[in-house]
């Protein structure tokens, strides 16, 4: 995702999340805007308080991830 997901929400703005479960039934996963605004955003300052491999900073980048989003 896009650095501004963080601050893009609205009442009538959802994202529908698709688990292919290697190529079983998928399941589908409706979630508001603002909860996916509010992950992105805490999940990205906890990526970059965190050392990268050979324990250098992370550099900020307009990227975000949005990986085991938890509802």
């Known amino acids: ?5 963080e601050n893009y929400h609205a ?7 698709v688990n292919l479960n290697n190529g079983g039934k998928p399941d589908f996963f409706v979630v508001p805007s ?3 605004a509010d992950y992105i955003t805490k999940s990205h300052q906890r ?8 324990g250098q900073k992370h550099k900020d980048t307009k990227t975000r991830r949005c ?4 509802i």
Not at 67 to 70: D, H
């Open 47 to 54: 990526w970059l308080g965190t050392p990268g491999r050979k």
């Open 11 to 17: 009442d009538n703005l959802f994202y529908v999340f």
């Open 1 to 5: 995702m896009h650095e501004k997901a």
């Open 34 to 36: 603002k909860v996916v």
């Open 67 to 70: 990986v085991n989003l938890k």
